[in-house]
Structures are given as C-alpha cells and as structure tokens.
C-alpha cells in the first residue's frame, strides 16, 4: 500500500500548492497523508500558478489531499474544475465547512465517491458539526484552529476550547466517522510544542493532526500511534480470544468484554495499515 487510508492518518502534512519542489513524488516525507493547499497558504495572485502546478501532476505519483478553496469564495469553482479532472488525488478538504450543503455542492463536482474532509472553523461550522458529518461524503472532520480563533478571540485557556473541541469529537463519532483531525501547531521551531498538543489532542479523542512543517510529523505519528506495550497488549487480547467464542476473557489479571476487544482489535488494524505503508517502527 502506498498511503495511509482517511480512517486511519494520523498527520496530514500541508504544502502549498505553488510550490511543486515541495510535492511528493514517489515516497511521502513520513506523513500519513500529503494535502496540496489551494487555500489560505497560496497567496491571492498565485492562485492560477497554484492550479497550473496541480494540473501537472502525473497518474504514477502518490495520492494527495487537495484543500480547494471554500464554498463562499470565488475561487470554489474553479479549483473544483481543475481537481475533478486531475490523477492521483486521495480525497479533497473543504475549508470553512458551514452547511451540509457545502459538502453535498461540492461532492457534485467531482468524481462519484470522492472522499470529503470538512475542515471547520466558524461557530456555524462548530454548531452544525453532526449534520455535517452525517453528509454521505464526509469521511472525517478536521479543526480549523486559526481561523477559529480569529473568528472567537479566544485565548490560550484550555477551557475556552473544551466545547468546540469536545463537540467535533462526539459530532465525528455520532455520525459514524473517525475522531477528528486537529488543527496544525503553529511553532515551527519547537517540537516540544506539537508533542503536547498532540498529547492533549488525543486525551481529548482527537485521532490525527495538521502539520505544517515536515519536523511535525514523527510527533504527530507517535502522539497518534499506541505505545508498544499497549500494542503488545492488544496483540495478546486478541490471540486469546480467538478461541473464546465470543466470551469475555482474563488477559493479565484483567476482564476483557466485547469494548475492551474491540479496542485491542481497532489499536491491531490501525498498527498494521500504518506498518504497511511506512514499515515497522524501529525498536525504542
Ligand atoms: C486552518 O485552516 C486553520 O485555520 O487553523
Ligand atoms: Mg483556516
């Protein structure tokens, strides 16, 4: 397998679409998944070179994620004219997600049974986040940081964020989906910045994260991934209820019932999809 499924990326590295030295071609730098951004890290001008570079890529490279523009601006259309029409894309992200409607509209431009990611970022999009990923295109919803907080005002308080985080988590997993995909750190330099949003990220039922600079990545895939004991666990769970008959079991002093398998079974799936793209991690 070549790239990591939207069920199951954990970091999501974000590179302009204008800059096509910075494309993936025949391996990923490590990420889960590669998202060519059309959007906010294109400037107003260069959005025609952006979607220039985008049309030259070739059926042979590795899928991406593109992030078009949002429903509201003007350049929507367009980019959806050009993404329908190109090779090799993995899925598209929508920014400023509001509406449900803003995802079945774009659905409609492309090609049947692209996947969706809706990228919310406004107290609409935040208020509407069930309907939204109940959309038959939605395979995940994603924060949109920034932009929310320029939206909100609001400050460094973890509290002043629990409600909107907490709502994109139960809204993903109500509608069927993945837990979210958390919006990017925005320290470039300092790593140990990302560890601790991730950490908190996942302590929070968030599943994945932006990144924005390729030094984001290994943190965001450890932050994301169970530790080896915790996956040797679960690997033993499983071996000993393969011959219980669907019956609660004692795995090291402890009772295993159909949750707690079901976790060992999800932590197993996530490892091998995760293995099969970028190999076994290196023993620590
Ligand atoms: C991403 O688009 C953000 O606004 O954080
Ligand atoms: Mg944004």
């Keep these: 397998m070549r790239y990591v499924d939207a069920r199951h990326a954990r970091s999501w590295l974000f590179t302009p679409a204008d800059r096509p030295d910075r494309y993936p071609a025949r391996c990923r730098p490590g990420a889960d998944a590669v998202v060519l951004d059309l959007e906010d890290s294109v400037a107003p001008g260069r959005k025609d070179i952006a979607r220039h570079h985008l049309a030259r890529r070739g059926p042979d490279e590795i899928p991406v994620w593109i992030r078009v523009n949002g429903r509201g601006s003007a350049q929507w259309r367009d980019d959806l004219d050009i993404v329908a029409r190109l090779p090799a894309v993995a899925g598209v992200m929508l920014p400023k997600t509001e509406h449900p409607g803003d995802l079945a509209a774009t659905a409609a431009l492309l090609p049947e049974g692209t996947e969706l990611i809706a990228l919310l970022e406004t107290c609409l999009g935040i208020e509407n986040a069930f309907a939204i990923a109940s959309e038959p295109s939605a395979v995940a919803l994603a924060f949109g940081v920034a932009d929310f907080r320029r939206e909100t005002g609001l400050g460094d308080a973890p509290e002043a964020w629990a409600y909107p985080r907490s709502r994109l988590v139960i809204a993903s997993r109500a509608a069927g989906l993945r837990g979210p995909i958390d919006g990017p750190a925005l320290h470039l ?71 707690r398998l079901d976790h060992a079974r999800d932590l197993v799936e996530a490892a091998a999809t995760h293995t099969a793209v970028h190999g076994a991690p290196a023993p620590s």
């Design 189 to 259: 330099d300092d790593v140990t910045v990302v560890q601790k949003e991730a950490a908190r990220g996942r302590e929070q039922g968030f599943t994945g994260k932006l990144c924005l600079h390729p030094a984001q990545i290994a943190p965001v895939n450890a932050a994301f991934s169970p530790d080896p004991a915790h996956l040797a666990w679960a690997r033993r769970v499983l071996e000993q209820a393969a011959g219980s008959d669907g019956a609660a079991i004692r795995v090291d002093g402890e009772m295993i019932d159909r949750p």
